[in-house]
């Protein structure tokens, strides 16, 4: 299957080239012209997880990864469930949480680094450089890092806006050491984002450093999402499966594209609800055509915090190219009182969840009919956002063993000034 380049026709590549540039010309995202269809999706709802993503995967990948090489990428990244938890009799969260960072972005962070590893090693003989250079004001700091975290002749590079994030999310990333480095930037999270952008528009420092980026412009992340969709309804019985209604926490709309694209193999879901914060571009463009994003507000699901979402064009396309029926998709933004009062409704029903989750929930209420049933996607554990959920909900939050032996680790992070110069020297160290 080749990718096409959505904002240059003329660029057409194949998977391994689209996860190791990244982006393609003019910085146009890679994407799919066609969609490929999966055949017996009740036979592959039957199947053991890592057998049924096999299949999945395969049609996307086959001209790049062969059969062994990929039974063995996926054994290494869905090392961990995707759990659909029941809330009530109508309602259930997927829960996405249970990998080493406890995030969703677990899954597309390791299916991207095992896939650049299984392309590094092919091309035998001539070792070829790559550094990932990520800017992180959370979540994705820490998938990354412990994705790519001792693999050979990948260097990681993670910035971060020093003194802005918790101690507990900084220490989720900057206490490994190897090929993980870790720069915290005197500035805001817009000035770490500015410097990525220099680094990529400098293009011998990207030849000389092999440099790649690991956000979900890369196609790989949202390919390793698709799976997880199928998983959910594997997990309802038989004859809820074709009225599920999935909701998609959103940002910067990587994780409802996946979910869209599984829908268009084959996987009977019967609509999406993408559920925004009050950065609600999308939302709002459902309703009136008018692509207009606001000002970037912080909020309470500050993952999600996100008024130009990057992944959009992927789903337009879709829409546009006549694959997925834009009727299908319902925007909903949740201010942040709607959110708090959402995660204590979940916890009368007697489940604890953070913001991101409740956002998606909240999408469900308002729109779930009788005869539906919905899904909404658990994107991370409540103890990432431990003190905010603490404030709302009035309990104690015990931390999971993961965050709470990193906590003890020492920082190895270096502190610069958000200056071009200092990162290169860094980078080219
Ligand atoms: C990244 C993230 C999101 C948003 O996902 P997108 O794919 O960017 O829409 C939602 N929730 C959490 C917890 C996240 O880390």
């Known amino acids: 299957m080749k990718l096409n380049n959505l904002k240059d026709p003329q660029q057409v590549v194949d998977y391994a080239t689209a996860v190791k540039t990244g982006l393609g010309n003019n910085q146009g995202l890679f994407f799919p012209a066609k969609i490929p269809q999966l055949q017996n999706i009740d036979g592959l709802l039957a199947m053991p997880t890592?057998?049924?993503?096999?299949?999945?995967?395969?049609?996307?990948?086959?001209?790049?990864?062969?059969?062994?090489?990929?039974?063995?990428?996926?054994?290494?990244?869905?090392?961990?469930?995707?759990?659909?938890?029941?809330?009530?009799?109508?309602?259930?969260?997927?829960?996405?949480?249970?990998?080493?960072?406890?995030?969703?972005?677990?899954?597309?962070?390791?299916?991207?680094?095992?896939?650049?590893?299984?392309?590094?090693?092919?091309?035998?003989?001539?070792?070829?450089?790559?550094?990932?250079?990520?800017?992180?004001?959370?979540?994705?700091?820490?998938?990354?890092?412990?994705?790519?975290?001792?693999?050979?002749?990948?260097?990681?590079?993670?910035?971060?806006?020093a003194g802005k994030i918790s101690e507990l999310q900084q220490k989720m990333f900057t206490t490994l050491s190897d090929n993980i480095r870790t720069v915290a930037i005197k500035g805001a999270f817009d000035d770490c984002q500015k410097l990525v952008k220099q680094c990529f528009d400098d293009r011998p420092l990207v030849q000389e450093v092999g440099l790649n980026s690991a956000n979900?412009?890369?196609?790989?992340?949202?390919?390793?999402?698709?799976?997880?969709y199928f998983d959910a309804l594997a997990q309802l019985p038989i004859e809820q499966r074709s009225q599920a209604v999935v909701a998609v926490p959103s940002g910067n709309f990587g994780n409802l594209c996946a979910g869209i694209i599984a829908k268009t193999m084959g996987l009977p879901i019967k609509r999406f609800i993408a559920s925004t914060n009050l950065n609600d571009t999308v939302p709002r463009y459902l309703q009136d055509g008018v692509w207009a994003p606001n000002k970037t507000v912080e909020t309470l699901s500050n993952a999600m915090d996100v008024s130009k979402p990057n992944n959009w064009p992927r789903i337009e396309y879709l829409i546009e190219s006549g694959q997925f029926d834009r009727e299908l998709l319902t925007g909903l933004a949740v201010d942040e009182s709607q959110t708090a009062n959402t995660?204590?409704?979940?916890?009368?029903?007697?489940?604890?969840?953070?913001?991101?989750?409740?956002v998606a929930y909240q999408g469900l209420q308002d729109s779930l009919t009788p005869d539906e049933v919905g899904v909404f996607l658990g994107t991370a554990h409540p103890a990432k956002f431990k003190s905010t959920v603490e404030d709302i909900l009035k309990i104690e939050l015990p931390l999971p063993p993961a965050i709470a032996a990193c906590a003890q680790l020492p920082d190895l992070s270096k502190t610069i000034e958000p200056d071009y110069a200092a990162l290169k020297q860094f980078l080219t160290a």
């Open 50 to 161: 890592l057998e049924r993503n096999f299949h999945i995967l395969k049609p996307l990948v086959h001209e790049n990864i062969a059969d062994d090489e990929l039974r063995k990428i996926i054994a290494a990244t869905y090392a961990f469930p995707s759990q659909l938890k029941t809330i009530n009799q109508q309602t259930h969260c997927l829960e996405l949480f249970h990998g080493p960072t406890l995030a969703f972005k677990d899954f597309g962070a390791r299916f991207m680094a095992n896939c650049l590893q299984h392309f590094a090693q092919q091309q035998s003989g001539q070792s070829e450089k790559i550094t990932i250079l990520t800017a992180t004001s959370g979540d994705t700091g820490a998938a990354v890092a412990h994705a790519f975290h001792g693999l050979n002749n990948i260097n990681v590079v993670i910035l971060f806006p």
């Open 216 to 228: 979900s412009i890369n196609v790989s992340r949202l390919f390793a999402q698709v799976c997880y």
């Open 343 to 358: 995660m204590q409704q979940l916890h009368q029903l007697g489940y604890i969840s953070e913001p991101h989750a409740a």
